[in-house]
DNA sequence: ACTTAATCGAGACGGTACGTCTTGTCTTGAG
DNA sequence: CTCAAGACAAGACGTACCGTCTCGATTAAGT
């Protein structure tokens, strides 16, 4: 079996391209055509290697990632903190026109390619989700979150928000809404009593 | 000044072929040139009257949507069992392929139109979460919601997770799911204490 | 038997933006709602008066060209100098732009239209070329022009080539021209013996 | 420098496409798009090689043409003969439908292109014309044909009437039109006095 | 080094849809 | 009933991309 003789120059240059293209036109405006201009390349030269634009774009995010293992929370041992860390970044994310372009990219081709949607979830989402469920589970460990939480629902009730917001346009993405989206979820974490006693 | 002499029947006709489309092709197929064909109109009476695909079928859904008053909660006294209504049914028709995409065919629209997601969120989000709120403000004057809660934050909180996990194929939508989203964020909003308090 | 109601100042527009049009733009691109809208006068107006924008050009010509009393030429019992006058105003007229530019528009329609065709030939160019018929009758009378001539094909000896010319684009438009012409056709109708004996 | 790498399997089909339609319907209800899916071929591949569908015909009235040697005259000696047939042919072309929809086609765009009928002129007019000027000119080294003629003249007497009379429907293209024609122009060009004196 | 086969840049190809334009008909409301 | 205005169904325009294909030229193994 023969490694693919791929030319990574060429792989580069479209990834590259792509991503300026991106911070130039919308989505739908994002040609292939214009793709492979930029990048100097044949069109067959995408069209061998990638199924969509979609996949160009999703190789180019999780080229740029970098590591996994760079994905981990910090802790500090303050809960609290370490999530309106997090939660500050995430909303500064999507505040950022530039940044959240690739995102705003990567999501429209979603809602029309499941396969594409499964590679974006295990490959960009779930990892970093996984790492925010490991700081809640270390969390529980130390008191601080409650026993019975399920800690994948108490992820979405951090991040469903800000989706829901960003998607929507349904208000300011800024610090203090992520601060208050922190102290909100926590109080539905909170430890000391039953949570379902406490509603009449 | 004159009216615009407008073809109800012409008008009428876009709308059905535009949301008759839609469930036989994925929104990218749909073409304007197919909904004038299916529609039996020329394809100018689609573009004197819309900018583009995503406003027709905004206006679509705008005219299923029926009267506003049709959206208001009901208020059997039981907060829980009647957000847990509203939420079942959001989730079930997230999960009916037939019924959600239309809002898929609009998301993907709205990412890449500022017009379009203004229009959408007044039209067709604002009122539907405004309802939620009332149903949460009759809930805080019953005790059941705690003084301190922001209550579009609280609103977000239960819908934002469940088009988090709608929007990037992140689990089941079952009404489970429903149910278990309804009691955590009840639980963020319960009175009774500082919510500040409960956490270390 | 009602006379049509037709509204004569709305006729007057018409032809005259059709002329002002002509001048400004090619004929293909001379379009009916153009017309309109220089004349200020609604599409229906046009279409219920003319078939085509090919009638209306040639009731804009007929209407300008005048009494027919007009067309008939000098008689200076010189026939040679009568022809050339006859014939330099002919290629002056095809070698200005502007004058020939309703011909070149009639011409085109004429091409694929047999009843524009048909309308053309008896109400423009058969009383030019009877006009110049008769001249050459006058002329035979004087014995001037051989007894065996047909006069029909005589006149079109004289136009023939001048159309020709025109509508090849075959050469220069020039009073030299017309002279030439005029000699050559000349040498073919003159008397003094006869003309088939002429030739080996 | 390398060659287009032009289709001419494509090429062919465009043009054996639009001769056909151009046989079955009047050159204005021609459309590209017909040409283009009668040939089985993307518009694109006709807009990237024509300009026009002027250019189109005149491509397929030049490939059908053949070698232009083959359109020498015959010089049996007798030059009143030769012309005969030479204008027998041509009568004969413009009367019959089906050759004259082509040469139709084609002046109708002439009309309107300066570019295209520049072409034509040099492709298909200057050639045939060219061959029968020759032809007289062997005639008069042969002392049939007056030393003072002007050959250019006296081939625009032979073409210009014929033309004139097809474009103005002014009157039937029969054999016995082309004799008298040619019997008249010889009578033009006849030699044995000076043509000028013959006038009064 | 030589061979050889896949990959490369380039871009023509058959298609499809775009958004615009014009056609000829139909509809409305003012005079 | 005619008119100006302009909406309507129809469909061609010329352009832009799609995804496939064909062309030499380059390139990187495996010999």
Redesign the interface.
């Known amino acids: 079996m023969t490694a693919p003789r791929r030319n990574e120059r060429s792989r580069r240059a479209i990834l590259a391209a792509a991503l300026e293209l991106l911070s130039e036109t ?3 405006d994002l040609t292939i055509e214009a793709i492979a201009a930029r990048a100097g390349v044949g069109k067959q030269t995408i069209y061998r290697w990638w199924r969509s634009k979609g996949m160009v774009i999703l190789e180019a995010l999780v080229d740029s990632a970098g590591e996994p293992g760079d994905m981990a929370l910090p802790d500090t041992g303050d ?2 903190a370490d999530l309106r860390t997090v939660l500050r970044a995430t909303v500064a994310e999507f505040a950022d026109p530039r940044l959240s372009a690739t995102t ?1 990219a990567i ?2 081709e ?3 390619d ?1 396969d594409l ?2 590679q ?2 295990d490959q960009l ?2 990892p970093q ?1 996984s790492a925010v469920r490991e700081r809640l589970r270390a969390g529980r460990r130390a008191g ?1 979150v409650h026993e019975s ?2 800690l ?3 992820v ?2 951090l ?7 960003w ?5 300011p993405l800024t610090e203090a ?1 992520a601060d ?2 922190v ?8 430890p ?1 009593r039953s ?2 006693e ?3």
């Open positions: 919308s989505y739908p809960l609290r705003r999501t429209i979603t809602l029309a499941d949607a499964e974006v979830r989402l779930r989700l601080q939480v399920d994948d629902l108490a979405e009730l991040f469903g928000p800000i989706y829901h917001r998607l929507l346009r349904n208000g809404y208050d989206l102290d909100l979820a926590m109080a539905a974490m909170a000391g949570r379902l406490a509603a009449p």
